[in-house]
């Protein structure tokens, strides 16, 4: 019960924070559009969460939380206080280095990143320009994820899981100002937000420094040494980096080609906006949750409890991610006309941009299942299998892309990034069979069958039914429009419910029975 309430501590902030990120990217593409200011911004505020990705959530969670925990387990609140000290001096120094280096190299950099944005010099300039305000953003996010990350491994979930929701408080404001002002679509409007980006990176800091003295976990910034622990932490970072941060590798892939086309990268922006709804609530939850009850229960010596864990972890990711990719995928035009289609985003910037949603969503339980294995690895201090993995499955979205963007552009991106995550579940799950180290037990087997015949029942119903509220979608009234969205998002939930009752993969009346 710890784990799904903790589950519901996380996904729940998570949702907090992505139903605000919502209200911003509303906001950012009545602001923004899909113009050369948007493209601009969107790769400069990718830039910075990029390495934060790998080298502060994926690694940290990766390699830290483990550490962390052995400290605790094995040398009380004080080896693990000095623990993270170390850590945060180290990471500090290694931070500041590198931004410093990144300033310098950017205009390099970006030509790296976005390379068809040399074909426009006064896009290209303001890339450059936004990139260098946003990307010190980056040693903001790693210290938040270390605090996080001591949170965490202390059971504490709540403060670190709120965290990221100040950061779109804040940009709601500076996008009201933006609109209010009539500064849209203006270089202006891309320089405000890039510091936006800093302010809300200082917000966000400040909540874990507080929650985590709050608990009792003061850590201080010693002189840097490379100490056994921080040597430890080293090895287990890299491969880290980029096993975690697969995903982001990927989405960077894709920007990277898409700058080639006018207008590509906002489309996949707003795609990965709304599908990363689901894998934030869940893969997030997933992540940041299993790590470190596996790791607990390893050191502990108790696999036969870590493989239970990661089984309901597996029920409780499928049951939610797989009903969320058929809806996604069924409905992927109304969603992004009701959410994004006004001011300077048309009605052809929604058709492209749902066409890229549907390829999307038909990777999202893979991204979900990668956040599933991962820990079974990460927990047992091995990040290099996960690196391997993560590597292939890069390789595969690399020529995947370039082999489907000359006849389907950004879509056949989208494609590549979604077989790209299933490579890397199926060879995460394979190898995890194959050691032994996570078996599916008879409860997973006989209910996972059943919730994809709930989904799939719910998504045709939810395709059949979606014409009965067509007349609400196409209404004038923004808050027509909403309420039609709403009332397919409702169905489906309760559709789904229903069919998981019908099928048997969930026994609600037991549950509830059970419960009182």
Do not use: C
Request: hydrophobic share 60%; net charge positive; no cysteine.
């Amino acid at each position: 019960m710890s784990l799904l309430r903790n589950f519901a501590t996380v996904g729940g902030a998570t949702a907090v924070s992505r139903v605000l990120g919502f209200g911003r990217d509303i906001m950012m593409a009545a602001a923004l559009g899909t113009g050369p200011v948007a493209d601009a911004f969107f790769v400069a505020f990718r830039f910075p969460n990029l390495f934060r990705r790998l080298f502060a959530e994926g690694a940290f969670n990766a390699a830290f939380v483990p550490l962390f925990t052995r400290a605790l387990e094995e040398g009380g609140e004080t080896a693990a206080r000095r623990f993270g000290s170390e850590s945060l001096s180290a990471l500090l120094t290694v931070l500041l280095i590198f931004i410093a280096l990144a300033e310098i190299a950017m205009p390099i950099l970006m030509y790296a990143l976005a390379p068809g944005f040399s074909d426009d010099p006064e896009k290209f300039d303001l890339a450059i320009l936004l990139t260098r305000i946003a990307f010190p953003y980056l040693a903001l996010a790693s210290l938040l994820a270390l605090f996080s990350g001591i949170l965490n491994a202390r059971g504490k979930f709540a403060a670190a899981a709120f965290a990221p929701a100040l950061l779109n408080v804040v940009f709601i404001i500076a996008l009201a100002i933006i609109l209010l002002t009539d500064h849209a679509e203006t270089r202006d409007a891309g320089i405000l937000l890039s510091w936006v980006v800093l302010i809300g990176g200082v917000a966000q800091l400040f909540t874990v420094i507080w929650a985590a003295r709050d608990a009792g976990i003061d850590l201080r910034i010693l002189r840097p040494r490379l100490t056994p622990g921080v040597r430890r932490l080293g090895r287990l970072v890299l491969p880290g980096a980029l096993a975690g941060g697969v995903t982001q590798i990927n989405i960077v892939v894709g920007t990277i080609i898409a700058s080639l086309s006018a207008g590509a990268v906002s489309y996949l922006y707003y795609a990965d906006r709304v599908y990363q709804l689901p894998l934030g609530i869940v893969g997030i939850a997933i992540g940041v949750v299993l790590l470190p009850d596996i790791a607990r229960q390893l050191q502990s010596g108790n696999e036969t409890s870590a493989n239970e864990t990661q089984n309901r972890a597996l029920e409780f990711s499928i049951a939610l991610t797989l009903p969320a990719a058929i809806a996604l995928a069924v409905v992927a035009e109304p969603i992004i006309q009701v959410l994004f289609e006004r001011g300077a985003f048309t009605a052809a910037d929604t058709r492209e941009t749902s066409a890229a949603l549907i390829a999307f969503a038909t990777g999202l339980p893979a991204f979900v299942l990668v956040k599933v294995f991962q820990p079974a690895f990460f927990a047992r201090e091995d990040t290099k299998t996960p690196m391997w993995f993560a590597g292939i499955s890069v390789v595969v979205n690399i020529a995947g892309s370039l082999a489907l963007f000359s006849s389907l552009e950004h879509v056949g991106i989208a494609i590549a990034t979604s077989a790209a995550g299933w490579v890397n579940a199926g060879l995460l799950a394979w190898r995890l069979r194959r050691d032994g180290t996570f078996v599916i037990d008879a409860a997973a087997r006989r209910r996972l069958p059943l919730i994809l015949l709930a989904a799939l029942l719910m998504g045709v119903a939810l395709y059949f039914g979606a014409d009965l509220v067509d007349p609400w979608l196409e209404h004038d009234s923004g808050w027509i429009r909403a309420g039609g969205l709403a009332v397919i998002v409702v169905s489906g939930i309760v559709l789904f419910a229903a069919f998981v009752q019908l099928t048997g993969a969930v026994d609600f009346r037991r549950a509830l029975r059970r419960r009182r």
